[in-house]
């Protein structure tokens, strides 16, 4: 069966493009699914750092297109779940190391392989997104509760569609319900407004993602934390099954609830 | 693209490309020179346009024709067609494979009228989706959307611009110096909103959205709800 070829992207750097594609193919192994993420941020590679992988790379994805090795030699695989690979960037080269056909050539290789692609895009809209975008089926766009990030998000999506890649998917990322409440944060209903695409997935800011990715454990092998938890919903989105967003407000209710029972200071 | 008629020379987009109308009174050397200079000003807007040359009663010769037709091409326009009622003149057209019929539109005969009750209209284009940031339409005529304008988009119409949605990128109208040019929106928020050389900023929106239409007033820019007329 061929693979399903997923791109992450953004537009604005510093959103959770790498978070969410690390976490996405945990999430994705850990439901049995054969994942191979690759690394298309030549030059400024960390996915290999945040799956904690960096100090196995032997062979990357410029290798492999310049024909210095086999795709197979340049999959390392994760020893906590084992049917998840990463193919990693290359740090001494740029974007033009790798074209979009290059691409598209070592996805159509991989793709008899695995179930899932997961191509981590770099920010901005040069040959880098070019590259990330021309193998891609579906394309997931990430963007965070900022006018700016926002902004980017449209324009990608308007080049996304440009490519007839479309309609991307949303992933609103770090998400802080609390300040939303307060007014202080663009909500979710906003965004989806401006964006007019379809929502996959909210994740919740949450403190375990950044600790998390220091120590090269992505969040969604805890499946207990919230940002964990959002990761696995969109894994489970993208396998086709329906599930209902979390219902944030319900949760914030439940901790000021809770709060207000052990007295005022507690939220 | 809006008709023109200026020193009895008229110019109108048609399916079968520019419709010149060449005014029977005025003399061929005048006319053919005016012509030239309108079309080499705006160069690059009627660069690789098509043009049908409508002349009436008028004779003119096949070196007239040719002369013409060299002169158009060097500014990379192609000369196709000639609509005449005159017999040599389209004989000397079809000499130099000029086409004499267009199947579109027939000759309109001299003297023939059109009804009071028919309206040509003017030229627009019209755009049925969302223009996200980093995307541009422009037109020498007017422009309709049917769709939102998001923050980061623009839109450069010569006439009016009207969009059936909401309007928070760009907007000039009016930009060729057309002062009588209007901008309506459903929701009217651009982030920059110019008619022909006047610039204006939107004000933050208080209360519930409702379609308005801005134009120019007294030298400045204004903006007012639509209101279903009373007549």
Known sequence: ?267 | MVDRVSNGIQIKGTRDGLMVTLDEKIAWETLKESLLAQMSERAAFFQGAKVVLEIGNRVITGEQLGKLKDDLAAIGISFWAVLSQSAATEESAQTLGLATRIHTRPVERTGSKSLDSYLEGEQAIFLRKTLRSGFKVASHGHIVILGDVNPGAEIIAGGSIIVWGRLRGIAHAGAEGNEDAVVCALDLSPTQLRIADYVSISPQRKGKTQPEVAYIENQQVVAEPWVIKEH
Do not use: W
Request: hydrophobic share 45%; glycine share 8%; charged share 25%.
């Open chain 1, 1 to 267: 069966m061929a693979a399903r070829i997923i791109t992450v992207t953004s537009g604005k750097g510093g959103v959770g493009k790498t978070t969410t594609t690390a976490n996405l193919a945990v999430a994705l192994a850990m439901a049995n699914q054969k994942v191979v993420c690759l690394d298309a941020d030549i030059g400024l590679r960390n996915l290999d750092v945040v799956l904690g992988l960096e100090n196995r790379i032997v062979y990357d994805v410029v290798d492999v297109v310049e024909g210095r090795c086999r795709v197979r030699q340049a999959m390392i695989r994760d020893k906590r779940l084992p049917e998840l690979y990463l193919i990693p960037a290359a740090q001494t080269r740029d974007k033009s190391a790798v074209s979009p056909s290059d691409m598209i050539r070592l996805c159509e290789e991989l793709s008899s392989e695995v179930d899932f692609i997961l191509i981590d895009s770099p920010a901005g809209i040069e040959r880098g997104f070019k590259n990330a975008l021309a193998a891609a089926d579906t394309v997931l766009v990430v963007t965070n509760p900022e006018v700016s990030a926002v902004r980017d998000a449209d324009r990608i999506i308007g080049l996304v569609e440009a490519e007839e890649k479309g309609p991307a998917k949303l992933i609103l990322n770090r998400m802080n319900f609390g300040m939303v409440k307060r007014g202080d944060m663009l909500a979710p209903e906003d965004i989806l407004d401006l964006l007019a695409i379809e929502l996959i997935g909210i994740v919740p800011e949450d403190e375990h993602v950044l600790i998390s990715t220091n120590r090269g454990m992505p969040v969604a092998l805890d499946p207990t934390s919230r940002a964990g938890i959002a990761f696995h919903n969109i894994s489970r989105r993208l396998q086709g099954e329906t599930v209902p967003f979390m219902d944030m407000d319900e949760k914030s209710s439940f901790f000021s609830k809770l709060g207000k029972l052990f007295g005022p200071g507690g939220n």
